[in-house]
């Protein structure tokens, strides 16, 4: 029995309506409430509207698009006894993922294969200073949110100081592993060898010899500062080339296939304490990045990180390597929840996750707008306890929106940010 | 009705899904409640709605790139898609057994039956901005034809607290209507 009778009234009315039956007991301002079931029912199911979709825009999967190796792992939901069952499942993981999403909704969760998905860490790493005025959020009327995205798992490799060791002697790099199991690094146990890291030379002519570094949750850090800046940056074959030899030597893809391509150069040496004097005269290092075929972007899944000097000598790569073994559907949040967590999450200067951009153009201290361009599905790496700590890790998806900053009713600065497009409401 | 910055944002819209055939998903996303609810009030059945609607966005999606642009909403072309899709289903159906309920359909007047599929589409929307408890309750029921007891094991509340839940959606969207007929 529910604690209010008007509910069970209701109920047994909206009863009557569905099954053709006389509503006795109801009054009127019940029977009233209960027609709408008239037109709620026969109301379309996600799974239908999913498996729609997965038809008509079968090729519209991103990450990690060939997934014929993967299981793909029907929800509770989908696979409890109504006529839609796995088959729609199956259909349903490939819409989502790389909608530029203006708003439809959500129908909210149910939980998924996975259950609860944990949800990315939204600690502001550099939080502005003195920002403490309040961003108004926008949504761009065009945008479309899907109601659905795939989340992935990954079935990591395992870390032992055996393959570390043999990872490192591949790359020549020499001395005693150092094992820290003290549990204090971000990863789980780390293995270190080589040069120490926290030599970091800033001129050609200093050295500290390579190193590597890699911890049980997949992460590896290789280093060679005897180049750093220390050539012309190579031709994209010369790269290309490079980044190869040394992905296939250190063996860290497992043997899975890889494609390669060429990233924009940066704006600054990647060691903050490296920035030259005259940055315009310095020769950057090209930038390779490694990815699972069918990876079309930058996703934050699995991918290495290569720099290269113009002599063809890889400087530093980093990165994790990771094959999917499941997927399954999730629900997203809708228009109204990506508010909602926008205002929770983002609601002022200081709480800004700026990823790309520059705010300094803005007035911090001062409210403003903030007018999401747009708005597409991307993924970030979690582990079951919301850290990253070793095992299992997650690709949950998220929303990285463009944002177009304004003052006074004027654009003061673009910027992309992301906030999670599943688990709690906030 | 369309504003004309509706209008043109959907022109917009239509232009990208002409140029790269997925962005015919935003169409899609935006237009799915709209064609299933008339695909629905035409045919009168789940299953026959959901064939006139697929076979409304295959036609669509296949002849994107023909669609001239007038000023007249995008929603009126898939309608008419929509409508021949439907009456193909009669024809098929008619076909097939003697002439039923569905042939008697077809020859109600459709203006009211018109009024009656938007105002189905409207619900629908509503449904997507009620609260994540209640608005999982409806989809259960009604989506996905769900008993109480079910929703109740698959959420793990229990049948009273469904019930509660399905109330107050019922009395949000009841709210909602009346406040844009208004």
Redesign the interface.
């Known amino acids: 029995?529910?604690?209010?009778p008007?509910?069970?009234a209701?109920?047994d009315a909206?009863d009557a309506i569905l099954t053709g039956g006389p509503a006795s007991g109801a009054d009127d301002d019940t029977l009233?409430?209960?027609r709408?079931?008239t037109?709620?029912?026969?109301?379309?199911?996600?799974?239908?509207?999913s498996r729609?979709?997965a038809?008509?825009?079968p090729?519209?999967r991103s990450f990690l698009g060939r997934t014929p190796l993967l299981n793909r792992i029907a929800s509770?939901?989908l696979a409890?006894p109504?006529a839609l069952a796995s088959a729609l499942a199956i259909a349903a993981v490939a819409?989502a993922a790389?909608?530029?999403?203006?708003?439809?909704?959500?129908?909210?969760?149910?939980a998924e294969a996975f259950g609860e998905l944990p949800v990315p860490a939204e600690t502001v790493t550099t939080p502005i200073a003195n920002g403490t005025g309040a961003i108004t959020w926008q949504l761009d009327?065009?945008a479309?949110?899907?109601?659905s995205a795939p989340a992935y798992r990954l079935a990591m490799p395992e870390v032992t100081q055996s393959r570390f060791e043999q990872i490192a002697q591949a790359l020549g790099v020499t001395g005693t592993t150092e094992v820290d199991n003290s549990g204090a690094g971000p990863g789980g146990i780390g293995y270190h060898i080589g040069s120490d890291l926290r030599c970091k030379p800033v001129s050609p002519g200093e050295t500290c010899g390579p190193s590597l570094d890699m911890w049980t949750n997949g992460w590896f850090s290789y280093r060679n500062d005897t180049a750093y800046i220390a050539t012309p940056a190579p031709g994209d074959a010369t790269a290309l080339a490079a980044a190869r030899e040394w992905i296939d030597r250190t063996r860290l893809t497992n043997g899975d296939a890889y494609e390669l391509a060429i990233q924009p150069p940066p704006t600054f040496p990647e060691k903050p304490d490296g920035v030259p004097a005259d940055p315009a005269a310095t020769a950057f290092p090209a930038q390779v990045i490694a990815q699972p075929v069918g990876q079309s972007e930058p996703n934050n899944g699995p991918a290495i990180f290569l720099s290269i000097d113009g002599s063809g000598t890889v400087i530093n790569a980093g990165g994790f390597w990771a094959r999917p073994d499941a997927e399954s559907d999730y629900r997203v949040h809708?228009e109204?929840?990506v508010k909602a967590d926008l205002a929770a999450l983002r609601g002022t200067f200081a709480s800004l996750d700026v990823e790309a951009g520059d705010v300094s153009a803005a007035d911090v201290t001062r409210d403003a707008v903030a007018h999401v361009a747009s708005v597409q599905l991307t993924y970030r790496p979690v582990s079951p306890t919301g850290d990253e700590s070793p095992g299992l890790i997650y690709m949950v998806p998220v929303y990285t929106m463009k944002v177009d900053l304004q003052q006074d009713g004027k654009s003061v600065a673009g910027f992309a940010t992301w906030i999670p497009a599943t688990g709690p409401?906030r | 009705m369309l504003t004309a910055r509706q209008l043109a944002a959907e022109r917009r819209l239509i232009e990208a899904s002409k140029q790269q055939a997925p962005n015919f998903a935003r169409l899609y996303e935006r237009y799915f409640d709209r064609v299933y609810a008339f695909a629905l009030t035409r045919t009168g059945d789940r299953t026959s709605a959901e064939d006139v609607t697929a076979e409304t966005f295959r036609v669509a999606f296949q002849n994107i790139s023909r669609f001239e642009w007038r000023g007249v909403p995008f929603s009126a072309w898939l309608f008419r898609i929509a409508a021949n899709a439907a009456a193909d289903l009669h024809k098929r159906a008619a076909r097939e057994a003697a002439l039923g309920e569905r042939a008697d359909e077809a020859a109600e007047p459709w203006d009211l039956r018109f009024i009656e599929a938007e105002e189905r589409a409207r619900l629908f929307e509503l449904v997507q901005r009620l609260p994540a408890a209640q608005r999982n309750v409806i989809v259960m029921r009604f989506g996905e034809e769900k008993s109480i007891k079910q929703i109740a094991r698959a959420i793990g509340r229990s049948e009273g607290a469904v019930k509660k839940l399905q109330a107050r959606a019922f009395r949000t969207l009841r709210a909602w209507l009346e406040e844009s007929n208004d």
């Open positions: 029995m529910t604690d209010h008007n509910d069970e209701l109920d909206i009233a409430v209960a709408l079931a037109h709620l029912r026969g109301m379309p199911s996600p799974e239908f509207k729609l979709a038809e008509l825009f090729q519209r509770r939901r409890a109504i819409l790389v909608l530029l999403s203006p708003f439809g909704g959500s129908t909210g969760g149910t009327e065009r479309v949110l899907p109601g809708d109204e929840q409401a």
